[in-house]
């Protein structure tokens, strides 16, 4: 079983209103194609965060529109495609009419963005969205945001925004849920991050060395556990990454069982070298089947 963990379609109703997601976007047909020829099962549909929202007239009208047509997308391929909603962060009022929405409508994960306008998702108004989440079994992914992602005032440039700041901001993101409490607040929510949670894997060990240094001077508040402590429980999907090092290095920060193949599909559309990876490590066959598929279709069940 393989089941890619990250893969975006937008659908045309909402394409138009961006700027950058038109070309390629929309096309669930190559997908397919592609999933055929690699045995890929199934396939995570998220929301690659966009600036349609501004042309949409906020957030409750993208949601209207993507949330429908993913959900028809899914139902057209029945059994090929996971749908996941998003929600309208603009309106927390409607929120909680959303969320059953997204659940009538048969999406059985949530897609949300690692910030929104500065706000991370350890901002009160996403309790109610985490405790949905654990009542219904629904897992959150979390992808970079795009739009005025972290350091974006300081640094908008085509190459080093996406390549630093888009995963930076979601390293941002885990640090602050984790320091607001929101991974004990909700122990029961699978909370599945893009890009190995971005550079966390490199610097858990100096969130730990830190952490245990600025605790002995009362510098840092006690969070019961080193920080690498939290991160070994959360879930971390491989965004089509093509090499073998970064994978052993985020095994180095959670176990098999926490990491989830994902194409990136269609910003990445090598599914041979990022499958490749898997089978390049030294992993047993018991491992690989864990990361390629059975992870999340355990999340799932």
Known sequence: MIIDAHSHYMPPEVAAHTA?????????????????????????????????????????????????????????????????????????????????????????????ASSYEGKYLDDPMFDEVFEFAATHQMPVHVHPQIMNPIGQERVHDPLLSPVLEYVFDVSMCVGKMMMSGVFTKHPNVSFIFAHFGGVLPIVKERFDSTYSMLRRRNFVKDLGQNPSGYFSRLYFDMSGTRSAGSLQTALEMTDAKHILWGSDFPANQNFKDSLSVISQGILSLDTRNLILGENLHNLLV
């Open 20 to 112: 950058f997601f038109k070309e390629y976007w929309s096309d669930a047909a190559k997908q397919l194609r592609l999933m055929d020829e690699y045995h890929v099962d199934q396939a995570v549909l998220l929301y690659p965060t966009s600036d349609a929202h501004l042309k949409m007239g906020g957030w409750q009208g993208v949601c209207k529109e993507y949330n429908l047509r993913i959900s028809e997308l899914v139902k057209t391929h029945q059994g090929r495609f996971i749908g996941a909603g998003i929600l309208p962060v603009d309106a927390p009022a409607a929120m909680k009419e959303e969320l059953k929405r997204i659940k009538d409508l048969g999406l059985k994960m949530l897609s949300l």
